[in-house]
């Protein structure tokens, strides 16, 4: 998810996909908290897209951007969403069920995609911000890096303050233990105090606080790793004033305007 629009006119606005779009039919929906989902939408004719690149959906005239979890060998877009009590599209979206419908603009669009110039992929993401990770993943996995003669590894950073925000953590862990020389997964909560993570044993502190321990933890050299960082502005920020510095190659991509 990137920026919210909206050319809706005043009043109830006309919630009807755009007939000039291609329709995308939810398909099916799991509801992971009260404020987050995953979705996958089967859309009406063939969606190119390039693992870690965006989505445009829309309710009528309101429309907003999402990052496309799924990978291009996927046959349904899935999207993990986060409820905006204040957004024009979140709340409608919440209300959808099984066989509605949306429009999705034909094009996907975005930069952030993986460098394969660069062998070492550091992977830094908040909540919803995994979704753009997770496709390049999957794909990269389903082509059969070995045939292909590519040794790239994954290190992905997994934040969020409660442990039920970690929508993708088993598929993840599965991922690292079938492939470990691939994928490298470490999961972090920010609050683990609070009675809602007292289950939590793994690694605390906020992604943007710890991704310097695990760049020398993992050893990576600045000159063939890239860094991803995807998700709140804060993070973002706060990651590129500390690593920018130092030379590290980085790509950004923000789910909210600061």
């Known amino acids: 998810m990137v920026e919210e629009t909206s050319t809706a006119s005043a009043g109830v606005p006309d919630l009807t996909p755009n007939p000039k779009f291609p329709t995308a039919t939810l398909v099916e929906r799991r509801d992971t908290t009260e404020d987050l989902m995953v979705i996958k939408l089967e859309v009406s004719e063939q969606f190119n897209f390039k693992p870690g690149q965006y989505c445009t959906l829309g309710l009528g005239k309101i429309e ?34 099984l066989g509605d419908k949306m429009s999705v603009r034909p094009r996907a669009k975005g930069i952030f995609t993986m460098d394969r110039k660069m062998h070492h992929h550091f992977m830094l993401s908040t909540v919803t911000g995994l979704a753009p990770s997770m496709s390049m993943v999957r794909q990269y996995l389903y082509d059969g890096p070995e045939e292909a003669g590519e040794n790239h590894v994954f290190y992905i950073m997994y934040g969020a303050s409660y442990i039920d925000e970690l929508t993708y953590d088993v598929e993840i862990q599965e991922l690292a233990d079938n492939h470990p020389d691939v994928v490298r997964f470490v ?65 950004e991509e923000r789910f909210w305007k600061p």
Request: net charge negative; charged share 30%; proline share 7%.
């Open 64 to 97: 907003r951007a999402y990052s496309i979890v799924s990978a291009p060998y996927e046959k349904n877009l899935e999207i993990f969403v986060e409820l905006v009590l204040e957004g024009e599209l979140t709340p409608k979206m919440w209300d959808l069920k």
């Open 187 to 251: 999961p972090t909560i920010s609050r683990p105090t609070e009675d809602r993570n007292f289950e939590w044993k793994g690694v605390t502190g906020r992604v943007n606080n710890i991704a310097e321990e695990y760049l020398v933890k993992f050893d990576l050299p600045k000159d063939d790793t890239k860094i991803y960082a995807c998700g709140h502005p804060g993070m973002i920020e706060d990651v590129k004033e500390k690593l920018l510095p130092q030379g590290w190659n980085f790509i």
